[in-house]
């Protein structure tokens, strides 16, 4: 069965430095892998995805993540983080078990960026 | 742009009523789902559905039961509300995999207090 795992639950990082939010799943198949992001009183939006293809995806507010298939980890990145990235971070997982449409969703990592 | 609303942002309710918790997507997305947010937990899916009329349990179905009876609306129903049940509940919708994005969107959430 899908399970994610979020090590961190708060991240604090002053601004301007970089940070990395590490996320790991456990499924024995083909998987699609998610960062969404959820600002404060706001519902979840997606920061982006992985499918298929270039290991190495990119958000258009310069956030990245790598598909790493051995160690089954999607940890996310951003080498100078702003004080508009607070936010809450899920990490999530569907696979082929389900079709790829049911998503199971990590416990959420809080960035607290300090100025 | 889609749009998921929800009925309510916030709502309390009293031990023992009856709760129903509504949903619209306009983007025409055969799957809908129902999710409870938790500190800590994450998202927790609850009940989903891929089709009219159609629905399977989530992770954490005991307590709620679901309606679709339109492709554009997805109702929550709390058959007797419980203390336990008092949390952030977000709906949220998408196509079906490998149609589109697999990008599932978010309604703004709604706050249940149950006392």
């Known amino acids: 069965a899908q399970s994610v795992t979020q090590l961190d639950s708060q991240v604090p990082v002053f601004e301007e430095a970089p940070v990395e939010l590490r996320c790991n799943y456990s499924s024995s198949v083909s998987v699609y892998l998610f960062w969404y992001v959820q600002y404060p009183n706001q519902g979840l939006q997606l920061l982006l995805k992985?499918?298929?293809?270039?290991?190495l995806v990119e958000s258009i507010n310069g956030f990245e993540a790598e598909f790493n298939k051995s160690q089954t980890s999607f940890h996310l990145r951003k080498p100078s983080v702003h004080i508009s990235d607070t936010a809450e971070y899920f990490c999530a997982v569907s696979d082929e078990e389900t079709s790829y449409d049911k998503v199971i969703f990590g416990p959420g990592t809080s960035l607290s960026v300090i100025p | 742009d889609v749009k998921v609303t929800q009925s309510s942002r916030y709502l309390v309710k009293r031990t023992g009523e009856k709760v129903f918790l509504e949903c619209v997507q306009d983007m025409d997305h055969e799957n809908m789902f129902w999710y409870r947010q938790d500190p800590g937990l994450g998202l927790r899916l609850i009940y989903f559905?891929?089709?009219?009329?159609?629905?399977e349990k989530g992770d954490i179905p005991e307590g709620y039961s679901v309606s679709r009876e339109k492709k554009e609306r997805f109702s929550l129903i709390l058959e007797s509300a419980s203390t336990n049940q008092t949390s952030m509940y977000l709906c949220?919708?998408?196509?079906?995999?490998?149609?589109?994005?697999?990008?599932?969107?978010f309604g703004p959430g709604t706050r249940l207090t149950v006392l």
């Open positions: 949220a919708s998408s196509f079906p995999s490998g149609v589109a994005t697999d990008t599932q969107y």
């Open positions: 559905s891929y089709d009219v009329k159609m629905k």
């Open positions: 992985y499918l298929s293809g270039s290991t």
